[in-house]
């Protein structure tokens, strides 16, 4: 039964909608010219590489980038993958970095998790060949999109849901956002993920523009790492669905998070900012609030070790 005191998504506070914004021909021109048709013809750079199958010491979380918003994180004893995306294209857009993974090494995981339903986040394709202990989480409304792909189980989640799965323990956080795969689909949530093992705590924000749920966030957990978003602030259609760089160190901030690693950049053109745009602004605004050293700019495929900082909130 539908609890009826729960607002619907379209008057969410969070819920980004459907429609353009005034001025959306124009922005859409811009992108034609000079984001997409310039970048088909572009090579790809990058080289896929073997993932590091030991797990780290304790203590300690290894972070895998293989691009986009995709993520391998290993922890001491488990290890998850964050939506998974080895497609060379989407659509008309085209990928301009190979996958920092080679899918066919990829280990087997503990746990997938799909933040949400949008192409560039829930990949088919990558996620048929995957494989988990535990299965697939995705947010409330998209179980039927992953259930034919071969997982052993599928579970939703609302947004604050919490889940366990031995020690390893996931909590669906919230975003500002949206999460229907097409127009009519808008029952799909959205969202990002708060992964836990023993002392060690990654954030995971999904897609969001800045929205004061960061300081909720921040009020119940103290991640070690916080994974971005800083690229596509610039939408062709208007809409306020992504953070800018400078967005994405103030919600860092506000989470009081260990390291941040900015992701959605660089991999798929999808906004109307130049390429070199996010990382320059995220850069310039850490130094300008002191928190340059807390920055992680990573290479796809290179794995990087992260201490724990060993403190909790309930």
Aim: one cysteine or more; a neutral charge.
């Amino acid at each position: 039964m539908a609890d009826l005191n729960k607002p619907s998504k379209k008057n969410r506070r969070d819920y980004a909608g459907i429609l353009p914004k005034k001025g959306w021909p124009r922005r859409n021109y811009h992108f034609l010219r000079k984001r997409l048709l310039p970048q088909i013809l572009k090579k790809q750079n990058g080289e896929p590489k073997a993932p590091i199958l030991s797990l780290p010491e304790a203590g300690k979380i290894r972070v895998t980038w293989i691009g986009h918003a995709s993520f391998l994180i290993q922890f001491p004893d488990h290890s998850v993958i964050i939506d998974p995306n080895w497609a060379n294209w989407h659509g008309v857009v085209k990928r301009q970095r190979k996958p920092g993974l080679d899918l066919t090494l990829m280990p087997l995981v503990d746990l997938v998790m799909v933040t949400h339903a949008h192409f560039d986040h829930l990949h088919k394709k990558s996620l048929k060949i995957l494989e988990s202990h535990e299965g697939i989480v995705v947010p409330q409304g998209s179980g039927s999109l992953v259930k034919r792909l071969g997982f052993s189980q599928v579970y939703e989640m609302a947004v604050w849901d919490k889940m366990k799965f031995g020690d390893l323990t996931v909590t669906h956080t919230p975003s500002h956002h949206w999460g229907a795969r097409y127009l009519h689909d808008t029952h799909r949530d959205y969202g990002g993920y708060m992964v836990s093992s023993g002392v060690c705590k990654v954030f995971h924000c999904g897609d969001s523009a800045y929205f004061e749920g960061f300081k909720e966030i921040g009020k119940h957990h103290t991640p070690d790492v916080a994974l971005m978003p800083i690229g596509a602030y610039d939408a062709p259609s208007g809409r306020d669905v992504h953070m800018n760089p400078e967005e994405a160190v103030k919600a860092f901030i506000e989470m009081e998070a260990g390291i941040l690693i900015p992701m959605h950049y660089g991999t798929f053109p999808l906004g109307n900012e130049p390429d070199h745009e996010p990382l320059e602004r995220l850069l310039a605004e850490a130094q300008r609030l002191g928190v340059a050293d807390r920055v992680l700019i990573m290479e796809e495929g290179v794995g990087i070790e992260v201490e724990c900082l060993a403190e909790t909130k309930s």
